[in-house]
């Protein structure tokens, strides 16, 4: 899709801001209809500037910008509902869906699906409503809109996952039963739970948890390659990284 020249009111949410020259700010931004986009929102960062207030990650807003190319003039912002609350731990696993969004997603493509997954994480992760497990989902079906979805209910010879078996994934050809040897070792009950096809009670076994958590991390690292997670490494350094405390961005 490529990058109209003007736009008005589309929903969206800032992914990342940083500062640019004296007064403005450079803008990551995901929209359903237009994906992601890069904006400069002048004079944003002056003192007198109320938009520094609203570009804010995690508030849903009503964006409008003109331009074409990589970097488009934000020129209004408005508020589209209340901020969602993250705080503590979870707001590091909001930071960690943005990086994911900008490290992954290419510009000017719409993702509506993708949008409302997004959305309903990060409510998910306000609430506390299995958070751990949202960010499992959001990474599947982040890796299916790119058109790298897991195959997590078939093994690579079409036969169907069972429950009681282990399986050796193999990254971009699935899983096949496991034999002896080093391989990425996932239990069958855990494939199945995160294709949707568990049991309600595996999203909250040890496991199953730890076996999603291995295998998102190993099919994500083939796209985003060597370069560390920023999210990652702030999370380690913060509070809420000690004291055995099982937090979510650390199980991404």
């Known amino acids: 899709m490529s990058a109209p020249h003007k736009v008005q009111l589309a929903p969206g949410f800032v992914l990342h801001r940083r500062p640019y020259r004296d007064t403005s700010l450079l803008v990551e931004a995901f929209s359903p209809e237009y994906g992601r986009v890069g904006l400069v929102a002048r004079g ?6 109320r938009r520094a207030a609203l570009l804010q990650p995690f508030s849903p ?18 508020a589209d509902g209340t901020p969602i609350p993250l705080s503590g731990g979870t707001l590091y696993s909001g930071f960690y869906l943005n990086e994911l969004l900008t490290r992954l997603l290419q510009r000017h493509e719409p993702h509506p699906q993708l949008f409302a997954v997004y959305r309903l994480a990060l409510q998910q992760l306000a ?21 790298y979805g897991l195959m997590l209910l078939e093994d690579a010879q079409g036969a169907a996952i069972e429950s009681g078996c282990d399986y050796c994934y193999h990254l971009e050809h699935g899983p096949l039963p496991a034999v002896d040897g080093q391989c990425l070792r996932i239990a069958g009950r855990s494939l199945l739970a995160l294709g949707g096809r568990g049991a309600e009670a595996d999203r909250r076994d040890a496991t199953v948890l730890n076996d999603c958590k291995r295998l998102m991390r190993a099919a994500l690292r083939l796209y985003l390659g060597e370069k560390p997670l920023a999210s990652r490494e702030l999370f380690r350094r913060s509070p809420f990284a000690g004291g055995g405390q099982r937090h979510n961005e650390e199980q991404a």
């Open 44 to 49: 944003a960062a002056s003192g007198r500037s």
């Open 61 to 78: 807003l009503l964006l409008s910008w003109s331009g074409r190319g990589e970097l488009a003039t934000l020129t209004s912002v408005e």
């Open 127 to 147: 609430d506390g409503d299995d958070a751990e497990w949202a960010l499992r989902l959001f990474e599947r079906e982040l890796l299916s809109e790119l058109g």
